[in-house]
């Protein structure tokens, strides 16, 4: 496997959401912007920090800007995290998208897409790693 070189520096961040993950398909603000200039997602990672007792899933994807309508990640199936996986689950990692030129402090959102029952139990650990 082809391994990527990272240049330039690295940025961190974490969060935990509950609010993006209720019934029904949203595009919710997370308490993390983009973190400066010419930024590039490199990627998002979610853990399943608590679970429901729903047997659905869902797809996630990161997004900026108002109302999070711009997409920095590709989509996930909405089969990527199980609502009813064990606590502290990793579900997976995804890719970011393209450099984000004049994004420097742009809110940052998830969409989600589910798919089953899925309520607002659960709470997702997100993970960026950003290029600056």
């Known amino acids: 496997m082809a391994r990527k070189a990272i240049s330039g520096t ?4 974490t969060t935990t959401t509950l609010a993006a ?10 308490d993390l912007v ?4 010419n ?3 490199r990627q998002a990672g979610f853990t399943i920090k608590t679970n429901s007792a ?21 989509a996930t199936a909405t089969t990527f995290i199980d609502a009813d996986a064990a606590n502290n689950t990793f579900a ?13 402090g742009e809110r940052l959102w998830i969409k989600t ?14 993970n960026l790693v ?3």
């Open 10 to 13: 690295c940025v961190t961040q």
């Open 21 to 30: 993950i209720g019934a029904a398909d949203a595009t919710t603000a997370i």
């Open 34 to 37: 983009v973190p400066g200039p």
């Open 39 to 41: 930024a590039t997602l």
């Open 54 to 74: 729903d047997t659905g899933t869902f797809g996630v994807q990161i997004m900026r800007g108002v109302a999070g309508a711009t997409a920095i990640s590709p």
């Open 92 to 104: 997976g990692a995804i890719d970011g998208g393209p450099t984000d030129g004049g994004a420097e």
């Open 113 to 126: 897409v589910k798919a089953g029952t899925v309520a607002t139990g659960d709470v997702l650990i997100v």
């Open 130 to 132: 950003w290029i600056l």
